[in-house]
């Protein structure tokens, strides 16, 4: 029996109950997932097709107060940092109609991805909308962020890495 | 052959079968248990004593045999007391789970509703450094002191749209993955008779909440009240709104439409794979050990005939 554990105790199987938790803040530093979608205007879009530009990618739903909240002052970073930051809206599981009747009627311009089976929901593990990820120009998630932003936290997020060059 | 003998090879064979199983049944809570390594700890007494009484008699080949099953069970012995319990990692489809301890990261194929019918997605499992593993429901994969498999857990794909034909957005403001339209049922509910899974999902478009116990088609014909359709799962279905008040109850068979609380509600019924991770001695314990007792078993056997005195030749007439 010593012998048993003596050689157990050699042993070092992962303990698999050790699973971390979730959540968009978790993801800083991996690949970032993409989907391709139609856009509200009915083109195909995807994140993987702006590579090479920082994105501001924004989760939200027409029936989420803070989504609307943020939803002008998404606009207002959009036409900021035109040329340097590309705002895609992913509207969660929702009509195509109903995302492009809403942003039409508060004046959204940015592009805006209809993902009506909620895969970038799923894969930036949102915990509540809305839900803002930045990703830098090699396709790599640089912040989750859970939660509306102001303008000077958008300004903020993008910040590192639109120095980087 | 002496009962000595023969109750040490017996032994020895108990514990090769004992810790074998391990990798070949794996994930059986009977291997963390006492009475496995009770077993297994008698067989390994019993094998260590023949080694004893086998050298002390000269018999090395013997002993070299005896040493080979005393490995592998003590590596079985081992991984059944000291590893850890099995368990399952659950992820959405989707997704990526990390598993420290496995130094990887568990990616969970993107799952429609005709996928969750199939039943069919695999799990990959990528490591820096290392090529990624795929883990597919046609069996199990050994990585170190671990084997990896699929457990085909019940899962719903929900659509759900409007009195005016608007997609809904679906949540589960009780999970951990909030934006999903895949249940995964990781409760269970015991409803008369029945221990069904059981989840829960909302529309907040239209501010309802949705409870959803999930019926095997065995389920649904073990009903009191007879039911049409018994050829496919179906989930009960009871909405409610904001406030908590009851608006409805109804039974949704997979793939079919169904109206309740003001909501049109499809649920694709199948299966969606959890990551089985289980603790195995390690490979090279038991294919060290194999090799050992077959080289004392050949050692033993080439000896035994030499020593085997020669027939004397009869003189010729």
């Known amino acids: ?165 | 052959m002496s009962g000595r003998v023969a109750a040490g090879a017996a032994a020895a064979c108990a514990a090769f079968a004992l810790a074998l199983a391990q990798d070949v049944l794996p994930g059986a809570a009977f291997y963390h248990g006492w009475q496995y390594a009770l077993l297994l700890a008698a067989a390994l007494a019993v094998v260590a004593a023949s080694i004893v009484s086998d050298l002390r008699a000269g018999n090395r080949w013997a002993a070299l045999a005896f040493a080979g099953a005393l490995l592998a069970g003590v590596a079985g012995l081992g991984s059944g007391l000291l590893g850890p319990d099995t368990a399952a990692v659950i992820g959405t489809p989707g997704t990526v789970a990390p598993i420290p301890a496995l130094g990887a990261a568990a990616f969970f194929g993107a799952a429609d509703a005709p996928a969750i019918a199939r039943g069919d997605a695999s799990i990959v499992l990528r490591r820096p450094g290392k090529p990624a593993l795929e883990v597919t429901r046609s069996g199990h994969v050994l990585d170190g002191e671990s084997i990896l498999g699929l457990d085909a857990r019940p899962a719903a794909f929900i659509d759900a749209w409007d009195d005016h034909g608007a997609h809904l957005t679906i949540t589960q403001p009780s999970n951990a993955s909030f934006l999903s339209p895949v249940l995964l049922f990781r409760q269970r509910q015991k409803i008369g008779q029945f221990d069904v899974p059981f989840d829960i999902f909302g529309t907040p478009g239209r501010a309802r909440i949705f409870h959803a116990l999930f019926f095997t088609p065995r389920d649904l014909a073990n009903f009191r009240h007879a039911v049409a359709d018994t050829s496919r799962p179906a989930l009960i279905l009871t909405a409610s709104d904001d406030s908590g008040k009851p608006l409805g109850i109804a039974l949704a068979p997979s793939g079919q439409l169904v109206e309740l609380g003001g909501v049109r509600v499809r649920a694709t019924l199948g299966t969606f794979p959890a990551l089985t991770i289980a603790s195995v001695p390690p490979l090279w314990t038991l294919a060290g050990g194999l090799a050992l007792a077959v080289l004392g078993l050949a050692g033993h056997a080439l000896s035994a005939r030499r020593r085997t005195p020669r027939a004397i030749q009869p003189a010729g007439i």
């Open chain 1, 1 to 165: 029996m010593s012998l048993a554990l003596l050689a157990g105790g050699c042993y070092s199987a992962p303990d698999p109950a050790a699973v971390a938790a979730g959540g968009p803040a978790t993801l800083a530093g991996a690949p970032a997932q993409s989907f391709d979608l139609q856009r509200t205007d009915g083109e195909v879009d995807s994140l993987a097709r702006h590579r090479g530009s920082v994105v501001l990618l924004n989760l939200w739903a027409t029936w989420c107060p803070p989504c609307r909240e943020e939803l002008p002052v998404l606009e207002q970073f959009a036409r900021a940092y035109a040329g340097r930051v590309v705002v895609l809206g992913v509207d969660q599981g929702e009509s195509a109609s109903v995302a492009r009747d809403f942003a039409r009627a508060r004046g959204v311009t940015y592009p805006m991805l209809v993902d009506l089976n909620e895969q970038y929901g799923r894969a930036y593990q949102g915990l509540g909308l809305p839900t803002t990820v930045i990703v830098d120009r090699d396709g790599h998630v640089v912040r989750g962020i859970d939660g509306a932003l102001t303008l000077a936290q958008m300004r903020a997020a993008v910040a590192p890495v639109l120095a980087k060059r």
